[in-house]
């Protein structure tokens, strides 16, 4: 679904990804691993091109959207995106915040968006605020609103940056509940997360960032019990 070659980034003279090559295939569960500053983000911004990268190709459903002649609006629409900061609109209401989308950019009517957004707010357990504005919510409602966001724009995946980090505590598993519960039906993920035991769960491969690189990439098993690379070995050493 998505392959990358030689992605480049740099901020200035600061090189932050030097060089990635990489393929994410449909319905595959994918946890990015690393060290605070290792350019996680920036990665998966390079995937639907909120980062325009410096160099290198970004390949996804067989169009390199990094080519600048490519209209990236039609192919992001395809791409979902889940922030660690919720990223819902204060001025609008729950259902509101669900259906400005797909009725802008599909041109859904409004009543079938409608619709839909009811159904998703119900399987995230929502349904009883649609009416409610997001200040009105918990952290871990407006996390899961704006994964229903996401959801309501039918992505072919859903790229997730850390998006637990900003909860309390107590609002981690239902938000990681809504995740799984994605993976189960087969949703092709990306999900940066410092959540181990959540990445062990539901990845089919775990990749270890460090240095600009993917240092190491394998099963959980293979990351979490049998790390063969020593950034990976002392990384994990300081999280588990
Ligand atoms: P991570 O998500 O792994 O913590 P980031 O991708 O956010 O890492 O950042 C990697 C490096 O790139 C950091 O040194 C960060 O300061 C730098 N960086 C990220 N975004 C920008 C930006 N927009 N401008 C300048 N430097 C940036
Ligand atoms: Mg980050």
């Known amino acids: 679904m998505i392959k990358v070659e030689n992605l480049t980034k740099s901020f200035g003279d600061l090189e932050v990804l030097k060089g990635i090559n990489e393929e994410i295939h449909e319905g595959e569960v994918v946890s990015i691993i690393g060290p605070s500053g290792s350019g996680k983000s920036t990665f998966l911004r390079c995937l639907n091109l909120l980062e325009v990268p410096t160099d290198g190709k970004v390949i996804f459903e067989g169009v390199n959207i990094a080519d600048k002649s490519v209209n990236i ?45 009811c159904e998703l707010l119900a399987k995230v357990g929502l349904l009883d605020k649609k009416d409610e504005y997001p200040r009105k919510l918990s952290g871990g409602q407006k996390q899961r609103l704006a994964i229903v966001r996401a959801l309501a724009m039918h992505p072919d995946v859903i790229l997730f940056d850390e998006p637990t980090s900003a909860l309390d505590p107590e609002m981690v598993k239902d938000v990681l509940d809504v995740i799984k519960g994605l993976a189960d039906q087969g949703m092709t993920i990306v999900i940066v997360t410092h959540e181990m035991a959540f990445a062990k769960q539901i990845s089919d491969r775990v990749l270890f960032m460090d240095g600009g690189y993917i240092q190491e990439q394998g099963t959980p098993d293979q990351i979490f019990n049998h790390p063969q690379n020593q950034r990976t070995i002392e990384f994990l050493s300081k999280v588990l």
């Open 73 to 117: 609006d039609t192919h992001r629409q395809k791409i979902g995106m889940v922030f660690q900061h919720f990223n819902v609109f204060p001025h609008l209401t729950v259902l509101e915040n669900i259906t400005i989308t797909p009725t802008l950019e599909l041109k859904m009517p409004k009543e079938e968006a409608e619709k839909l957004g």
